[in-house]
């Protein structure tokens, strides 16, 4: 086994693994996604035994999980069977330590990685039997303990040090307080330091202060509408997969209010749109904080657009942050070397295998 050609193999096409990854995890995240909001007709107290429970319930399993199985596929990319364990329980960790869908791409790479350099090990034949099955347990151990100790902390650390700078900004600087909001919601889209911003907004409701939750409901839909804009407008800077999913997101990206539907829109361009949604989302939140928009209950979709204190300061930081979502991302997208028609051929590759 040559070790760096194998290494360097890999991490080349780390594009194709995160691909690979998002095309298992879509069917999850769009049941859950889908079913989810149907429970926001049922209202805000939904009875234990009503059927909008049931919906809610499986929305929640959906856009729980969807990340553990895209850290799974992701590592089966890599390595095969044998990776789809390990993938799945570093997705799960990566949620528990609050590093988000970033950390459980990163450890699904990660633990794909490892799981297949140890199958690589040779071994006495009487060995050799078992090494199939103690591998995947062992780049599982590796890499849970990279993440907890190495990849977790800093993450914490910079979520605590950013839960203390906007509790002081309180109500005194709204309008920063919104752009950092804002910035926070649109880098991880569910992640640490999306929740960092939601916790602190719903736990400040305590003290009668309903800006920061303004805040936060109105940039939550911004990336996902801001990406399904940007394939309308130009749909030659996407792939196929991608404009199939876009057009179908609109709808539940309104009803449900969720920022993880623009996950499998991001991944395959993480960079430039994540620049995009970061930009978008911290205009709408200093527009929100400016205005002084309040959300006066902690709900998602629909049902949070009768208890703004403003609903056209909401609309205004909606369409705005949209539109400068979509106009960033395609102009970032038009001047880079992404290759469309290469990516449509990896894509039905992956479909057909």
């Known amino acids: 086994m040559n070790f760096w050609k194998e290494t360097i193999s890999i991490f080349k096409d780390t594009g194709t693994h995160f691909r690979t990854g998002v095309s298992y995890m879509l069917p999850v995240l769009l049941i859950g996604g889908?079913?989810?909001?149907?429970?926001?007709?049922?209202?805000?107290?939904?009875?234990?035994?009503?059927?909008?429970?049931?919906?809610?319930?499986?929305?929640?399993?959906?856009?729980?999980?969807?990340?553990?199985?895209?850290?799974?596929?992701?590592?089966?990319?890599?390595?095969?069977?044998?990776?789809?364990?390990?993938?799945?329980?570093?997705?799960?960790?990566?949620?528990?330590?609050?590093?988000?869908?970033?950390?459980?791409?990163?450890?699904?790479?990660?633990?794909?990685?490892?799981?297949?350099?140890?199958?690589?090990?040779?071994?006495?034949?009487?060995?050799?039997?078992?090494?199939?099955?103690?591998?995947?347990?062992?780049?599982?151990?590796?890499?849970?303990?990279?993440?907890?100790?190495?990849?977790?902390?800093?993450?914490?650390?910079?979520?605590?040090?950013?839960?203390?700078?906007?509790?002081?900004?309180?109500?005194?600087?709204?309008?920063?307080?919104?752009?950092?909001?804002?910035?926070?919601?649109?880098?991880?889209?569910?992640?640490?330091?999306?929740?960092?911003?939601?916790?602190?907004?719903?736990?400040?409701?305590?003290?009668?202060?309903?800006v920061p939750l303004g805040i936060c409901g109105s940039i939550v839909t911004v990336p996902p509408l801001g990406l399904c804009l940007a394939t309308f407008l130009r749909p030659k800077l996407y792939t196929i997969s991608e404009l199939q999913y876009a057009k179908s997101s609109w709808v539940y990206a309104i009803v449900g209010?969720?920022?993880?539907?623009?996950?499998?829109?991001?991944?395959?361009?993480?960079?430039?749109?994540?620049?995009a949604t970061a930009l978008g989302s911290t205009i709408s939140g200093f527009i929100a904080g400016y205005f002084l928009l309040e959300l006066s209950t902690p709900v998602l979709g629909i049902a949070q657009w009768f208890f703004y204190n403003k609903p056209m300061v909401f609309v205004i930081c909606v369409v705005v942050g949209s539109v400068i979502t979509a106009l960033s991302v395609n102009f970032l997208k038009s001047i880079s070397n992404r290759d469309i028609a290469k990516l449509n051929i990896i894509d039905k590759q992956i479909n057909e295998s």
């Open 257 to 275: 209010g969720f920022t993880e539907i623009v996950i499998p829109l991001a991944v395959g361009d993480l960079i430039r749109v994540t620049i």
């Open 34 to 210: 889908m079913v989810g909001s149907l429970a926001v007709i049922g209202g805000n107290n939904i009875a234990e035994d009503s059927i909008w429970r049931v919906f809610k319930d499986i929305g929640t399993i959906g856009l729980t999980y969807f990340v553990p199985i895209m850290a799974a596929y992701t590592a089966f990319s890599i390595t095969d069977t044998p990776g789809i364990a390990p993938g799945f329980i570093v997705g799960v960790l990566a949620q528990q330590i609050d590093t988000g869908y970033l950390g459980a791409l990163l450890g699904g790479i990660l633990v794909g990685y490892v799981t297949y350099m140890l199958l690589k090990v040779e071994l006495p034949s009487m060995l050799q039997s078992t090494w199939g099955f103690m591998a995947p347990v062992l780049s599982t151990i590796v890499v849970v303990v990279f993440m907890v100790y190495f990849l977790g902390p800093p993450i914490a650390w910079i979520m605590g040090v950013i839960s203390d700078f906007l509790t002081n900004l309180n109500e005194q600087g709204s309008a920063t307080m919104g752009a950092v909001m804002g910035f926070l919601g649109g880098v991880d889209y569910g992640g640490p330091f999306s929740k960092t911003q939601s916790t602190f907004a719903t736990a400040v409701m305590d003290l009668n202060l309903f």
